[in-house]
């Protein structure tokens, strides 16, 4: 029994232990949840934060605003641009493959613009619409082959008299080397004759192939007249139809932009063919008559190169007036050379300065920069029918883009919601100060005074109140 109060004090002091051991894991438990998590049940929702000596990780911002935003827009126009020139160079891909049907549709739609008002003129005095365009068709076709007839007939009728005259002109030609400043030998100019005859022969077999290269050409431009006459035929006939049918490609939103751009697109074509046949028929009967004057041989079929050369900006006129003057020096000598020059030099400034402003104006006005490289562009991708078709096209496309741009911008204020509220007072036309006048002072109205922006009179001086007010 004397054992007894031991061991029972020693079990009390193992329970206290348990007891504060329990006291520990509720404390710890109370302090970190998850510590006493069972596995596989919720983890809970409560997440303690990360101690203070843990070092701070800034979050990672988003690539986009990381970047600088002229990169950006860098970057968004660079794809964009990427895709157009891709476009552009696909369709350029496909008409190399199809040239001369693409060339002879350019064709059909420059003779359609020029013939055309001729086919509205013809309705309007009640002609039926088939028969005003076979009439107009047939009488523009007639005249362009009897103005080609008669270019080859001229040219075969004088190139035996040119022949000669151009015999003489050399042997001219070589007698004022011989007695010119320029101290040319006898020795000299054989060697050169030797050397240009050397190269014809050694280069005939390239110059035939040249030659059945050239009958390949007159095939292939035969048939890109045919095909631009029945072009302009159906044109003449159909254009309205077709041009519906092109605007159901188009998509529905665009459409009715394309629907105005379209018709005053074609306006400028047409003023730009009627303006530039106007001022290349002045040229030629002008520069035409000059060398007549002169005494220059083939001076009609110059005329009429000269009026076709005048469909190249720029470049035809340079061409055109330096075939004439060639002519003249070779067959004429250098004085009536001179003379032709400052006589088409002359024609050229009077149509560069005052016909093209006054007959094409503003519709169809491409800054001269634009012409040049646009033509420049044309003749280096399509050869001479490039260089035709460029400053037309490049006209065609300023008309109908500054009415896009122009009918984006109207339905833009359109889609703007209308002011109202305090917005609507804020943005109020204010109306204008009042004018001081010599006028006596109208009858006092029973309206109230319209606000002004003047400064407004003193007030009168108030009255003294009465009563009790007045007293104190």
């Known amino acids: 029994m004397s054992k007894t109060p031991g061991w029972l004090g020693g079990l009390g002091a193992r329970l206290t232990h348990v007891g504060e051991r329990l006291e520990e894991r509720r404390a710890e438990a109370a302090a970190d949840p998850d510590a006493t998590a069972v596995p596989g049940h919720d983890v809970p929702e409560h997440i303690p ?12 911002p988003d690539p986009v605003a990381a970047l600088p935003w002229g990169m950006r827009v860098a970057a968004e126009a660079g794809w964009r641009l990427l895709v157009l020139a891709g476009t552009v160079w696909v369709l350029g891909q496909i ?16 003779v359609t613009a020029l013939l055309q008002p001729t086919v509205a003129w013809l ?7 088939g ?6 068709a047939v009488l523009g076709f007639v005249i362009m082959g009897l103005v080609g007839w008669f270019v080859v007939w001229q040219i075969m009728d004088n190139a035996e008299d040119l022949s000669k005259q151009v015999q003489q002109g050399i042997q001219d030609l070589r007698h004022w080397l011989l007695n010119s400043p320029f101290h040319v030998t006898e020795q000299q100019i054989n060697d050169i004759s030797k050397n240009l005859s050397d190269a014809i022969g050694t280069n005939v077999q390239e110059i035939t192939s040249a030659g059945l290269q050239g009958v390949t050409v007159i095939v292939e431009m035969m048939t890109g007249m045919l095909l631009a006459m029945f072009s302009t035929l159906f044109l003449l006939y159909d254009g309205k139809k077709v041009w519906e049918w092109t605007l159901k490609l188009v998509p529905s939103q665009a459409r009715p932009g394309m629907a105005g751009a379209g018709p005053r697109a074609w ?11 106007i001022v290349a028929m002045i040229d030629a009967v002008f520069i035409g008559l000059g060398l007549y004057f002169l005494n220059v041989p083939m001076a009609v079929p110059l005329a009429v190169l000269i009026f076709l050369f005048a469909f190249i900006p720029l470049v035809g006129a340079v061409i055109s007036g330096a075939l004439a003057v060639v002519v003249a020096i070779v067959v004429k000598g250098p004085f009536i050379a001179l003379m032709v020059l400052i006589v088409v030099l002359a024609v050229q400034q009077i149509e560069g300065h005052i016909l093209q402003p006054f007959i094409l104006g503003r519709a169809v006005r491409v800054h001269p920069l634009a012409v040049v490289l646009s033509v420049a562009a044309g003749g280096l991708v399509a050869g001479i029918g490039g260089a035709v078709v460029a400053v037309p096209i490049v006209a065609v496309l300023n008309t109908a883009i500054g009415y896009l741009r122009a009918y984006a911008k109207e339905n833009a204020l359109k889609a703007t919601p209308k002011p109202h509220g305090a917005t609507a007072v804020d943005v109020a036309p204010t109306p204008p ?6 006028q006596p002072p109208a009858k006092a109205s029973s309206q109230p005074p319209a606000p002004s922006a003047a400064p407004a009179a003193a007030p009168p001086p108030a009255q003294p109140p009465h009563g009790e007010a007045g007293r104190e």
């Open 49 to 60: 934060p990360p101690p203070d000596y843990a070092p701070a990780v800034a979050a990672r």
């Open 95 to 110: 008409i190399s493959q199809v040239q001369l049907v693409a060339f002879a549709f350019m064709g059909a739609l420059l």
């Open 123 to 129: 309705r309007k005095r009640g002609l039926p619409r």
């Open 131 to 136: 028969l005003a365009t076979a009439l107009t």
């Open 267 to 277: 306006r400028t074509l047409t003023a730009y063919v009627r303006g530039t046949v």
């Open 433 to 438: 100060p009042a004018k001081a006048s010599s």
